[in-house]
């Protein structure tokens, strides 16, 4: 997928989508990019800036639709906008669980479902969802987060194999930590229960929450540099190309962790041993 792409990007005004949607203009697509209020986006022949809230099912269809007459086709959804929540599971009140749930699972969910019938028209497009090395692993107090991303990947991994027949692609992109506001402005948080102060501090050395709200996360990949690669991918993209991208230098050991914890868990039952030594023999 090398020609000049139609591209459709969620949570553009800031952080990730925003870098991606300028690596994209730069590389000679058009950008479809979907904000949900003030943005500093420049102007630009080849990008229309739509304003969207991706809990919106209607809203999402239509802005699909808008994308398609805007540009003629849909080569690339990326399923970018999302935020975390600080809260153990006892502490998070239904109201944030539903908005985590409707934002990072549902809103991803709305477009790939929009998408898909442009995209089998043309017997060709790509659909990348921005989940996370969290959605192999998890983190106490993280834990909502964790279950949208997983949810997300686990939809998007039978998404796959049901379109793969139509020409469209689908890739997990798997970002470790990225230098955005992703953990200090945009991050949101359940009212704190003493109980988890000591949890808390020894997960991020204090039990104060809301944090400091300034700044970007820090110590993370670019956000340019994940455009780079997100961008490299589709490039590159086919049909045997793997479903889930690792992005970033730490992505490959955030993963391998959470893997090699759920082997042991499961290794505790000697039955799984034996099937996973039986299916290593075939
Ligand atoms: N930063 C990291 O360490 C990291 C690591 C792994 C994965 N990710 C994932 O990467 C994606 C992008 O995050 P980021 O790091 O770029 O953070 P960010 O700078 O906070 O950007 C998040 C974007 O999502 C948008 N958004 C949030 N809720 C929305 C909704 N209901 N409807 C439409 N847009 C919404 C925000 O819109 P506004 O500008 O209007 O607030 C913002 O533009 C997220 O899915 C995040 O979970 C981030």
Redesign the pocket.
Known sequence: MSHPQVWFI?????????ALTLAALDAGHAVFA????E?ALPEHERLAVHV????HHDDARAAVRAAVERFGRLDVLVN?????LIGAAEEVTEAEARAII???LL?ALWLSQAAIGPMREQGSGRIVQ?????AVGSMPTLGL?NAA?WGLEGFSEALAAEVRAFGIGVTIA??????????T??MRFATPLPAYDELRTGVFGTAEVPWPSDGG?GG?TA?EAVAAALLAHVADADAESPLRLLVGDDAPGQVAAALRMRLADYGRDARFAEAWAAHDED
Not at 10 to 18: L, Q
Not at 80 to 84: D, E, K, L, P, V
Not at 130 to 134: A, D, K, L, Q
């Open positions: 969620t949570g553009a005004a800031r952080g990730i989508g925003r979907t904000v949900r209020g943005h969207l809230d991706v809990r970018n906008a999302g935020y975390g409707d934002t990072d809103g921005v989940s996370t090395t969290g987060y991303k798997e970002p470790g930590g990225v230098d955005t506001e992703w953990g402005g945009s996360t993370g956000p």
